[in-house]
């Protein structure tokens, strides 16, 4: 069964960092696209960053810089660093994963809330 | 980066009843391979995001056939041929033709 579940998340002040974890089972996180996407409160789904089979990375223009998304094969887990955090990084972050084929994101976490406040 | 539009942004609709949403996008979202990376997802109240539709028209497994999806270039639709109460949520529409991917704003879903 395949199964993705965040970590990691809480309150931070502005200008610190959090990593935040996705650990996977029923599949290798090195055969998919491994995405994250966050959520403010009561906002739509912004996409964040896409690590690619091969190891090669993207990232949306408002974290771009400041966050780095990297995965752990042999923990066949997914993370984000997130550093020099602002209020507006505040939402819950997903997970989620992507097939090459369907670049659509077909299965996601339950999310993990990260609050950027003083 | 792509913008992706959608609109209505709220639609009350009666059970029973057609819902549409349309999906634009600011650039054409047919890929060099020949694929349109345009899937739609639903998120229901307290919810992750599910998927519902990929590269246009491809329904997900178990998702019921009640929902449709069709467009081509910049122009998307998601269609509920008869809206059942289980189908209350946001619907988003989201690239992946060109990184980074973006999504619409969501479109509420809501039962009159």
């Known amino acids: 069964e395949v199964q993705l579940g965040e970590s990691g998340g809480g309150l931070v002040q502005p200008g610190g960092s959090l990593r935040l974890s996705c650990a996977v089972s029923?599949?290798?996180?090195?055969?998919?696209?491994m995405t994250w996407v966050r959520q403010a409160p009561g906002k739509g789904l912004e996409w964040v960053s896409v690590?690619?089979?091969?190891?090669?990375?993207y990232y949306g223009d408002s974290v771009k810089g400041r966050f780095t998304i990297s995965r752990d094969n042999s923990k066949n887990t997914l993370y984000l660093q997130m550093d020099s955090l602002r209020s507006e990084d505040t939402a819950v972050y997903f997970c989620?994963?992507?097939?090459?084929?369907?670049?659509?994101?077909?299965?996601w976490g339950q999310g993990t809330l990260v609050t950027v406040s003083s | 980066d792509i913008v992706m539009t959608q609109t209505p942004l709220s639609s009350p609709v009666t059970l029973g009843q057609p819902a549409s949403i349309s999906c634009r996008s600011s650039?054409?979202?047919?890929?060099?391979?020949?694929?349109?990376?345009l899937s739609w997802l639903q998120q229901r109240p307290g919810q992750p995001p599910r998927l519902l539709m990929y590269?246009?028209?491809n329904r997900l497994s178990g998702v019921p056939d009640r929902f449709s999806g069709s467009g081509a270039g910049t122009d998307f639709t998601l269609k509920i041929s008869r809206v059942e109460a289980e189908d209350v949520g946001v619907y988003y529409c989201?690239?992946?033709?060109?990184?980074?991917?973006?999504f619409g704003q969501g479109t509420k879903l809501e039962i009159k």
């Open positions: 989620a994963r992507a097939t090459a084929t369907t670049r659509s994101l077909d299965y």
């Open positions: 029923g599949f290798t996180v090195s055969d998919y696209y």
């Open positions: 690590i690619f089979r091969g190891g090669s990375t």
């Open positions: 650039q054409s979202l047919l890929h060099s391979d020949g694929s349109t990376y």
């Open positions: 590269k246009i028209s």
């Open positions: 989201m690239q992946a033709t060109r990184f980074p991917s973006t």
